[in-house]
């Protein structure tokens, strides 16, 4: 009887095939991330040669940037410029024109914007695409006065005349716009933050629409900071989060005694770790009072 002669199989065993799969998918992952990491830094470039070039126009309107030792300091340590208008200034917008006169004074508010400024980690201010913050008085929107305009070309126009204890929280304010729409570049719509208030409760007109002097000051109407923040949605989130910056003692009270508030003070908290997680639990425990 003939001897049977035993051939092995010549399909590869297990780690053989994962290993053959191995150096074959390896070169085409290495491309992959080589190119995709291109593309990021490409449009990275473009994106900072556009800003370059709205820098540009700026200095043309007679923006020019503050040599002070405190705003040198905010430029290198957070990467934000502060600029102010030399000559008065007309910008043609959406809801009318944006007007603005030379500043008067800008020392002290100098100090106010990059001390609030520079509380923020330098990762959160990059991801809200604040570059720029240009100080101006008289600042206008279709003839009327407003204290601020935020994200015109990821630049805050920031009007110099009002009371410190003001613009320290404006400043904020305005920097939760900033990150609002950086966030999904809209700030109108957020059914989360929606669904905090009363089911039967209806934001008024909007922030422009609500001006008075008395709708900024502190209000105990329960699940708001102020009568300001009832005026549109993203009002409300601005303001809330303003407060917490700037009186966390007082949020904290009003937090005890009102369950809406809390939560709207925990939302904005996790939209913003969202962001930029840079803005974690360490973060605001530096921030308590």
Same mark, same amino acid.
């Given at each position: ?154 630049? #805050?126009?920031?009007? $110099?005349? !009002?009371?410190?204890?003001? =613009?320290? %929280? *404006? ?6 716009? +900033? ?81 809406? #508030?809390?939560?709207? $003070?925990? !939302?904005?908290?996790?939209? =913003?770790? %969202? *962001? ?6 360490? +973060? ?6």
């Amino acid at each position: 009887m003939a001897e049977r002669v035993r051939f092995r199989s010549l399909r590869p065993g297990f780690m053989a095939a994962t290993v053959l799969l191995a150096l074959a998918v390896t070169p085409g992952v290495g491309w992959l991330l080589e190119n995709l990491y291109d593309e990021r830094a490409a449009r990275a470039a473009v994106l900072e040669q556009a800003d370059d070039g709205v820098r540009r126009e700026m200095l043309a309107l007679g923006w020019a940037p503050i040599s002070s030792v405190a705003a040198r300091g905010l430029k290198e340590s957070h990467g934000v410029e502060i600029l102010a208008a030399r000559s008065a200034f007309s910008i043609e917008l959406a809801n009318g024109p944006v007007r603005g006169q030379p500043p008067r004074v800008t020392d002290g508010v100098v100090a106010i914007v990059a001390a609030e400024l520079s509380r923020y980690p330098r990762a959160f201010l990059e991801a809200a695409r604040l570059r720029r913050v240009t100080l101006c008085s008289q600042l206008s929107e279709g003839d009327v006065a407003i204290p601020s305009l935020p994200n015109f070309h990821r630049t #805050l126009l920031f009007d $110099v005349d !009002a009371e410190p204890s003001y =613009l320290r %929280r *404006l400043v904020h304010h305005e920097v939760f716009h +900033f990150a609002d729409y950086a966030d999904d570049d809209q700030v109108q719509s957020d059914p989360e933050w929606a669904a905090l208030n009363d089911r039967w409760f209806v934001y008024g007109p909007g922030g422009r629409f609500t001006r008075q002097a008395e709708s900024s000051r502190k209000t105990d109407l329960a699940g708001f900071v102020t009568l300001y923040a009832r005026s549109a949605l993203e009002e409300d989130k601005a303001e809330t989060f303003a407060f917490s910056m700037v009186d966390p003692r007082w949020v904290a009270e009003r937090s005890e005694r009102d369950p809406v #508030l809390a939560r709207k $003070v925990a !939302a904005a908290r996790r939209q =913003l770790e %969202r *962001l930029s997680p840079s803005l974690d639990a360490r +973060f605001w425990s530096a921030q308590a009072p």
